[in-house]
Nanobody, 118 residues
């Protein structure tokens, strides 16, 4: 099993920045693909970014140019640096993990709220 704990959310003005952190335990961190997702009230959960076990990084549509995903395997932590935040970014942000053999994300954190005011 993998346990994930997110932190770093909060209230920020439009144009500001936040850095989210996700600490993993219960499994060798370097063997996992890590992802960030977000879900606004009444909306579907959407992919934000991913950092695959072999180092391949992916940013999804609205993240390009504003967000950066990184990881520190020594600290079992993945980060999401968010710059130039917009009100549309307001959502609960979730950290997720899967093994190299999984087609779906298997493990999820409880989420951290990000609210961007205009």
């Amino acid at each position: 099993q993998v346990q994930l704990v997110e932190s770093g959310g909060g209230l920020v003005q439009a144009g500001g920045s936040l850095r989210l952190s996700c600490v993993a335990s219960g499994r060798t961190f370097s063997s996992l693909t890590m992802g960030w997702f977000r879900q606004a009230p009444g909306k579907e959960r959407k992919s934000v970014a991913a950092f695959r076990w072999d180092g391949i990084r992916t940013l999804y549509a609205d993240s390009v140019g504003r967000f950066t995903i990184s990881r520190d395997n020594a600290k079992n932590t993945v980060y999401l640096q968010m710059n130039s935040l917009k009100p549309e970014d307001t959502a609960v942000y979730y950290c997720a993990a899967k093994t190299r053999y999984s087609g779906e994300y298997d493990f999820w954190g409880q989420g951290t709220q990000v609210t961007v005011s205009s």
